[in-house]
């Protein structure tokens, strides 16, 4: 079935480092991934997204990339702030399809260390 | 920025009653969602509607659950007879049609957090 696997669960990085999550996915006809951040108690809100016919999309300190053969998908954060600190998701969909449902990793929790 | 809005944000229940979750999509969107999230964990998809009816539904999504648009504005997702593990963090969504640049404009509202005791 349409499984999105992400890792790692928790990240803590040095505030200024970069941070990375890693997602995979099972179903081969999607074509829209997006990222979502999560403060707690808070909606997820969409921070970048990118589509299958681009491999890399960039957002001044945020970066995603995606390998449609491997079904392998990735965010970069450079010179991460305090305020970086949330839970990440990543999300896969069939974007192009009618009433798109979107399905969801398992999050990370970045933790951003002074 | 037109807004999801959901109603109440905080919803407690005693096991076994009906609970209504309100919904106001995007006024221009065509398809709305339901996703529910239990503490600490994913976002799980519940159930898509489009066109006055169900285009998908997931597993979580059985008899007890249901979904409506009673009017122009309102989308609802009624569960009939509580559980305590139905406890979560329910989310609306709605999208529009077209080729927007971030997936139809898929927008999410705040949430109802429903307590089931």
């Known amino acids: 079935g349409e499984n999105v696997e992400q890792h790692p669960s928790t990240l803590s990085v040095q505030e200024g480092d970069s941070a990375v999550i890693k997602c995979t996915y099972s179903?081969?006809?999607?074509?829209?991934f997006p990222w979502y951040k999560q403060e707690l108690g808070k909606r997820p809100q969409l921070i970048i997204d990118?589509?299958?016919?681009?491999g890399e999309k960039k957002d001044q300190r945020i970066a995603v990339t995606l390998n449609k053969t491997a079904k392998h998908f990735s965010l970069h954060i450079t010179e991460t702030q305090p305020e970086d600190s949330a839970v990440y998701f990543c999300?896969?969909?069939?974007?192009?399809?009618?009433?798109?449902?979107?399905?969801f990793g398992s999050g990370t929790r970045l933790s951003i260390r002074p | 920025e037109p807004e999801v809005t959901q109603t109440p944000s905080h919803q407690v229940t005693q096991m076994g009653q009906e609970v209504i979750l309100r919904c106001v999509p995007i006024?221009?969107?065509?398809?709305f969602y339901w996703y529910r999230q239990i503490l600490g964990q994913k976002v799980e998809f519940l159930v898509s509607?489009?066109?006055?009816?169900?285009?998908?539904k997931s597993e979580i999504f059985d008899d007890q659950f249901s979904v409506e648009r009673p009017d122009g504005s309102n989308f609802t997702l009624k569960i009939r007879s509580t559980k305590l593990e139905d406890s979560a963090m329910y989310f609306c969504?709605?999208?529009?049609?077209?080729?927007?640049?971030?997936?139809?404009?898929?927008?999410f509202g705040s949430g109802t957090r429903l307590t089931v005791v």
């Open positions: 006024s221009n969107h065509l398809y």
């Open positions: 999300a896969a969909s069939r974007g192009y399809s009618s009433a798109s449902k979107i399905i």
């Open positions: 509607f489009y066109n006055n009816e169900i285009s998908e």
């Open positions: 179903d081969s006809a999607s074509n829209y």
């Open positions: 969504a709605s999208s529009s049609s077209g080729t927007g640049a971030n997936n139809y404009g898929y927008t």
């Open positions: 990118i589509r299958s016919n681009v």
